[in-house]
Nanobody
Framework: QVQLVESGGGLVQAGGSLRLSCADSGNIFNSYDMGWYRQAPGKQRELVARITRGERTNYADSVKGRFTISRDKAKNTVYLQMNSLKPEDTAVYFC???????????WGQGTQVTVSS
């Protein structure tokens, strides 16, 4: 059974950094594109960053230059390094594994990130 487990969330002051991790227990990591999404209270879930199987990355305009997504294939883990955090980055962050051509998608349970001003 596929399970994506996020970790690394927490409370940080504005300007600080956090690194989120998403570990894959179902050994699907190398077959899927991976992404981080976030959902703030009262808002829709939005894409933050995505990395394909071929290591291509894309980012939401609001996080470009501050966040970096990466994947460690040996550890079946995807990371989101978040620097220069802002209060508007406060949200629940979700890990996603996606294969559009297979119509297959998996989600983690989410991890809370809170940035205080």
């Amino acid at each position: 059974q596929v399970q994506l487990v996020e970790s690394g969330g927490g409370l940080v002051q504005a300007g600080g950094s956090l690194r989120l991790s998403c570990a894959d227990s179902g050994n699907i990591f190398n077959s899927y594109d991976m992404g981080w999404y976030r959902q703030a209270p009262g808002k829709q879930r939005e894409l933050v960053a995505r990395i394909t199987r071929g290591e291509r990355t894309n980012y939401a305009d609001s996080v470009k230059g501050r966040f970096t997504i990466s994947r460690d294939k040996a550890k079946n883990t995807v990371y989101l390094q978040m620097n220069s955090l802002k209060p508007e980055d406060t949200a629940v962050y979700f890990c996603n594994a996606d294969r559009l051509d297979w119509s297959s998608s998996y989600w983690g349970q989410g991890t809370q990130v809170t940035v205080s001003s």
